[in-house]
């Protein structure tokens, strides 16, 4: 039996249901509560970023064979229970990359140009010309903060634009390849000379608020950051202050320490200018979530047999 517990493409989900009993069920991640219960029998659960794999529910669910994850990140898994109890989880890798860099790319020429909300001035009759001159990202350098595939294929499609590339990422040695394409420094500085910082990093204990009143402190005066990794990873309040101060230029956020963000938590970002507020999709397009359905689908029937 599967259970699919976010949303996920039909056809994917139509060769599941050909091949074992499927339960398509994506309403459970807002009542994740009821999950338990429906685990019995259950030997493959489907999820995204929403549904947390706790040990709670791993405890309910004495069939389960695998987790297949509709994405990359895997902190709403329990990773160390599922590997006491035997159950394998599987990420779609690489299914999603091209949807993230295209979002970060997207909004680094967004973010530098600083037109795109003239919309309401000019609605209401104004020509604010003068202020919509912006930048180029052509000649000016992408800082990315971890360099994994996400980031490097960010990086080529930067590249393309006329961008030059600085990189921190402890993990990658310093032999890869993909160095070649990139001068590799230690945060500071990044921080220093990237006019775009793009973070790319989990969210771990040593990786929690990285992205804080000092990092902002050290960023060039009108560089943008740009958030499609995950919430917790950049402090939120520390942002907002580095926006009202013209600190920086501006921000973009995919992801955010409260998801969904509630009316409550959004409160701080009112108000503040050239600020892109996305609800988590970088890595979700119809093109993307055609791919990683598919190959979701693809490794829980193998696992399944």
Same mark, same amino acid.
């Given at each position: 039996?599967?259970?699919?517990?976010?949303?996920?493409? @039909?056809?994917a989900v139509g060769r599941l249901k050909a091949a074992?009993?499927?339960?398509?069920?994506?309403?459970?991640?807002?009542?994740?509560?009821?999950?338990?219960?429906?685990?019995?029998?259950?030997?493959?659960?489907?999820?995204?970023?929403?549904?947390?794999?706790?040990?709670?529910?791993?405890?309910?669910?004495?069939?389960?064979?695998?987790?297949?994850?509709?994405?990359?990140?895997?902190?709403?898994?329990?990773?160390?229970?599922?590997?006491?109890?035997?159950?394998?989880?599987?990420?779609?890798?690489?299914?999603?990359?091209?949807?993230?860099?295209?979002?970060?790319?997207?909004?680094?020429?967004?973010?530098?140009?600083?037109?795109?909300?003239?919309?309401?001035?000019?609605?209401?009759?104004?020509?604010?010309?003068?202020?919509?001159?912006?930048?180029?990202? /052509?000649?000016?350098?992408?800082?990315?903060?971890?360099?994994?595939?996400?980031?490097?294929?960010? /990086?080529?499609?930067?590249?393309?634009?006329?961008?030059?590339?600085?990189?921190?990422?402890?993990?990658?040695?310093?032999?890869?390849?993909?160095?070649?394409?990139?001068?590799?420094?230690?945060?500071?500085?990044?921080?220093?000379?990237?006019?775009?910082?793009?973070?790319?990093?989990?969210?771990? @204990?040593?990786?929690?608020?990285?992205?804080?009143?000092?990092a902002f402190a050290q960023m060039k005066p009108g560089?943008?950051?740009?958030?499609?990794?995950?919430?917790?990873?950049?402090?939120?309040?520390?942002?907002?202050?580095?926006?009202?101060?013209?600190?920086?230029?501006?921000?973009?956020?995919?992801?955010?320490?409260?998801?969904?963000?509630?009316?409550?938590?959004?409160?701080?970002?009112?108000?503040?200018?050239?600020?892109?507020?996305?609800?988590?999709?970088?890595?979700?397009?119809?093109?993307?979530?055609?791919?990683?359905?598919?190959?979701?689908? @693809?490794?829980?029937?193998?696992?399944?047999?």
């Open positions: 039996m599967i259970l699919i517990t976010e949303f996920m493409d @039909d056809m074992h009993a499927t339960t398509y069920a994506p309403q459970l991640a807002d009542v994740q509560e009821d999950i338990p219960a429906q685990m019995a029998g259950v030997q493959a659960l489907i999820v995204r970023n929403r549904t947390q794999v706790t040990a709670a529910l791993l405890d309910a669910s004495p069939d389960l064979k695998c987790v297949g994850r509709l994405g990359v990140g895997l902190d709403n898994i329990d990773l160390a229970a599922c590997k006491a109890r035997g159950v394998e989880v599987m990420p779609a890798l690489g299914a999603n990359t091209l949807s993230v860099a295209e979002y970060v790319v997207t909004n680094a020429l967004v973010l530098l140009r600083d037109a795109y909300d003239a919309k309401l001035a000019m609605l209401a009759g104004d020509w604010p010309r003068a202020q919509c001159s912006g930048r180029e990202a /052509g000649g000016r350098v992408l800082g990315l903060l971890g360099f994994g595939a996400n980031a490097q294929e960010t /990086g080529l499609l930067a590249r393309a634009m006329g961008m030059t590339l600085i990189a921190y990422d402890p993990f990658l040695p310093a032999d890869h390849p993909a160095w070649q394409s990139a001068e590799r420094g230690e945060i500071a500085d990044v921080l220093a000379k990237a006019d775009v910082v793009s973070l790319h990093v989990p969210l771990t @204990d040593q990786t929690r608020h990285m992205m804080n009143a000092g560089a943008v950051v740009i958030n499609a990794a995950r919430g917790g990873v950049l402090d939120e309040v520390a942002l907002v202050a580095a926006l009202k101060a013209g600190q920086i230029g501006g921000a973009a956020l995919d992801v955010f320490e409260t998801e969904p963000l509630t009316k409550e938590a959004a409160e701080k970002f009112k108000g503040v200018g050239n600020l892109i507020l996305t609800p988590h999709i970088a890595g979700v397009t119809q093109d993307s979530n055609v791919r990683v359905s598919e190959m979701i689908a @693809d490794l829980v029937l193998k696992r399944l047999g």
